[in-house]
C-alpha cells in the first residue's frame, strides 16, 4: 500500500519597517464623552472657538458648557487652550486652566463633557477623521448626512441671524422616482442617486452645505446668497439634470427634479419653519407639473 506524502509549504514572513506614515493632517479635537459625542472640529490655522452657541466652531449643546467656553489655536507647531471666562473652567488633564499649551492626547473638561486633542502628527489622527466621515456622510452619495445637515443650518442660521447676512435653502426632489425603483429595481434607483449627488457636488461651492435628507430627497444650504442668486443657482443645477443621461436598464434615460426654495426672514428665522417653507415651494414646484424650481415668498 503506497504511503500519501505530505506536502507542506512555507510563507515566508515579508521583511517591514512598519506602516507607512500617514501625510500631514490637521490637529484636531474630538468629543470623547457627552453630549456631541463623536463631534470634531479641525484646527488650521484660525482659531476654534468651542461652546453652547450655535455659532461656535465646535457646537456643544449642553448647560454645562458655556455659549462660548474656551479657544484653541496654532502657533508655528504649537497648538494652545484659553478659557474664555466659562462658569465651569476649562480643565486640561483635569486641572483647570486660563491658557495652557497643548499636547497630542490631552482630555479638555468642558462641563460635564470631555474632548481629546490629537495633534497634526497622531497616528490617531486618520483613523479619528475616517470615524468623522462616516459619522457626518451618507454612506450611498457620500453628501453629508440630514443628522450633519441639521447641525450645520442652525449654526449657519445663527451665525446669519447675528451678522444680518442672507442664507437660503434650496430642498431638492427626484421627480417620480419610485417608477425607477419599481421598473429596474433598487440597485439601479441607488446609481440614480450617487449620479445626482456627483451633479450636486459640482455645483455647489466651499461653503454650502450639500446633504441627502431622504430617500431621494437632498438638501443645499446657501450662506451669504440673496434669493435671486439661490434661483439661479437651482435653475442651473436642475437644467444640468434634465440634460444628463441616467443609464436604466442598459438604456440612457431622462430624469428631472423639482426644487423648492425659502430665505431666511421673520417668521422662518429657525431651521424647521425654514425647512417647512422650502418644503412648501417643493410640493407646489410637483403640483405646477415637477422639472422646475419654486420659491416661497
Known sequence: MRQTEKICTTQRTLLSDGPARPAPRSACVVVIHGEGLG???????????????????????????????????????TYYIADMGATNRTR??????????????????????????????SVEARYHQEVYQLATRDALTELYNRRHFVESVDREIARATRHGRPLVMCIIDVDLFKPVNDQYGHIAGDGVLRQLAGIVRGFVRGEDIAARIGGEEFAVMLPETD?????????RLREAVAETPFVLGGQPQRLTI??????LAPGRDERSPLMQAADAALYRAKDLGRNRVCVEP
Open 39 to 77: 463631534r470634531r472640529a479641525d484646527l488650521g490655522e484660525a482659531p476654534v472657538v468651542i461652546g453652547r452657541s450655535p455659532e461656535s466652531d465646535l457646537h456643544i449643546p449642553h448647560n454645562s458648557v458655556s455659549r462660548w467656553h474656551c479657544r484653541i489655536w496654532r502657533d508655528g507647531d
Open 92 to 121: 486640561v488633564n483635569d486641572k483647570a486652566v486660563t491658557q495652557v499649551e497643548l499636547a497630542d492626547g490631552d482630555h479638555i473638561t468642558l462641563g460635564e463633557c470631555i474632548l481629546k486633542f490629537i495633534s497634526h502628527s
Open 227 to 235: 434669493i435671486e442668486s439661490a434661483r439661479s443657482f437651482a435653475e
Open 258 to 263: 423639482s426644487i423648492g426654495i425659502a430665505s
